[in-house]
């Protein structure tokens, strides 16, 4: 997400005239701004595709270069930066040019510190603006991207989720970890027509049973050491709203009688207060463990389980939902790369393949965490697999014999894994039994 407005600002000189950039550079600096410079486009274009700007003061007289273009190339590279042309009074006609062609003002040869500064203040407070409206943005597209799946298996919980969401009905959402439990509860949320009261979570792990129900229904001031002040508790504020339990499975047995009752009757007790209190509050519960197992070891209560499972939703981990692997890892890859300011755009075939191949034993989590990771490495357009850091073929994450792959998708897949894993390609061609040529001859056939 954008942090610029606790940074302050990351500004962008561009001016060939090294007496201008150092006044320019300490009049910004002064005020906190983290300033950067540049005594030619090129120079520019180096920074940045490497670092993020908010705002870039550019002089369009560069030696021989054409300012314009230098300022379309620059708002290529980074379209969400504003641009405020510096100019002599001469060629204020040029100026306006610029702002047809994208630049946001212009400042005149020679200005006093104090328009500097209010004109980079201008700037920044209205990219800031910009930046949490697409912040905004972002996270209702990506709600709505829940949505967006080409897995058949996926579809098929979709379709029943968005059907069931509009009900009051309690679901119980399963799934390993990472296979985004949390996000379809927010998801089912959103789509129902408690969407704009409360949405609340409450992680079951974290909490004894004692502040869980303190934390739940609320207590009254006194009612125990510690308790200082009177505290409503997550169920009222949940009130209209969904109480979302994450993790449910370790959701204290002491308590779950009480979490019970309300379920059932909608009604509970602040702990210290005997007044007896409702809510209206729908119930999402998700969990990676297996309840029916803990209900017969006696780790969970039947009745609570019968009450919180009215629907099941079974989110299939990612290895079962293939069609989904390279939709997902683009998105992420288009989201990191837009917050760290970085180069690439896209996957190798190569890399596409070991994604594909790969069986993600933490599901969407690990490909975010891949791909995050992948962004920030990866110096070029193209995400290659030694980038993505898979590849091991000791650690099982080898494509396994019998998914739903072609042979040659199996063998690239295969072959860039084991290159990834050795020091050189003759050991390679060693650990894959053919030889070195063969090999040789197949990395540039699959482009590896
Ligand atoms: N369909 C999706 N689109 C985009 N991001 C997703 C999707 N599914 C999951 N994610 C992301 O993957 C990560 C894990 O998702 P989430 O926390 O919902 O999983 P979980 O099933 O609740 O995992 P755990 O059981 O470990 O709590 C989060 O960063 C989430 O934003
Ligand atoms: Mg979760």
Not at 332 to 359: E, I, M, T, W
Request: some cysteine; hydrophobic content about 40%; glycine content about 6%.
């Amino acid at each position: 997400m954008e942090q610029s407005t606790d940074l302050g600002g990351r500004i962008l000189l561009v001016d060939d005239e090294a007496a201008i950039l150092r006044t320019f550079r300490y009049c910004l600096e002064d005020r906190g701004y983290t300033v950067a410079t540049a005594s030619s486009g090129a120079q520019a274009e180096s920074l940045l595709q490497r670092q993020v700007f908010d705002l870039c003061f550019l002089d369009l007289r560069l030696g021989d270069e054409n300012g314009l273009d230098v300022l379309a190339q620059m708002l290529v590279v980074a379209p969400w930066m504003r641009v405020v042309i510096v100019t002599a009074h001469s060629a204020v006609d040029t100026a306006v040019d610029a702002i047809q062609a994208g630049a946001v003002d212009y400042l005149v040869k020679p200005c006093s510190p104090e328009q500097l500064r209010l004109a980079a203040a201008k700037q920044l407070e209205a990219r800031h603006m910009a930046a949490r409206l697409e912040a905004l943005e972002d996270e209702v597209k990506k709600r709505r991207d829940v949505l967006n799946s080409n897995s058949p298996a996926m579809m098929a919980v979709l379709e029943t989720a968005r059907q069931v969401a509009d009900t009051d009905a309690n679901i119980l959402i399963l799934g390993e970890s990472g296979t985004g439990k949390g996000e379809l509860a927010h998801a089912i949320h959103s789509w129902s027509r408690r969407a704009k009261k409360a949405f609340v979570t409450i992680n079951c792990p974290s909490l004894s049973a004692d502040l869980m129900e303190s934390e739940l229904f609320g207590h009254n001031r006194g009612s125990f050491t510690g308790a200082t002040e009177s505290t409503l508790g997550r169920v009222s504020q949940a009130d209209g709203g969904t109480l979302f339990l994450d993790e449910i499975g370790d959701f204290p047995l002491a308590l779950q009688p009480k979490l019970l009752r309300f379920i059932q009757d909608k009604e509970y007790e602040r702990i210290g207060d005997p007044v007896t209190r409702r809510a209206d509050v729908r119930i999402l519960a998700a969990t990676n463990l297996n309840l029916e197992d803990m209900v017969r070891e006696g780790r969970f209560r039947e009745d609570l389980l019968y009450r919180l499972n009215v629907i099941t939703l079974h989110l299939p981990p990612l290895r079962e939902r293939p069609e989904d692997i390279l939709a997902l890892a683009e998105r992420f890859l288009a989201q990191f790369v837009k917050n760290y300011g970085r180069p690439a755009r896209g996957f190798s075939d190569a890399a596409a393949s070991a994604l594909k191949a790969y069986r993600w034993p933490g599901n969407v989590r690990e490909l975010r965490n891949v791909i995050e990771r992948a962004s920030i490495i990866c110096p070029q357009a193209l995400i290659e697999v030694s980038h993505l850091g898979i590849g091991e073929p000791t650690g099982g994450n080898l494509p396994r014999v019998g998914d739903a792959m072609s042979l040659e998708d199996l063998e690239k897949a295969h072959i860039a894994g084991v290159l990834a894993a050795s020091p050189t390609l003759e050991q390679a061609a060693r650990t894959l039994g053919i030889d070195a040529s063969t090999l040789y001859r197949k990395r540039k056939q699959y482009g590896l």
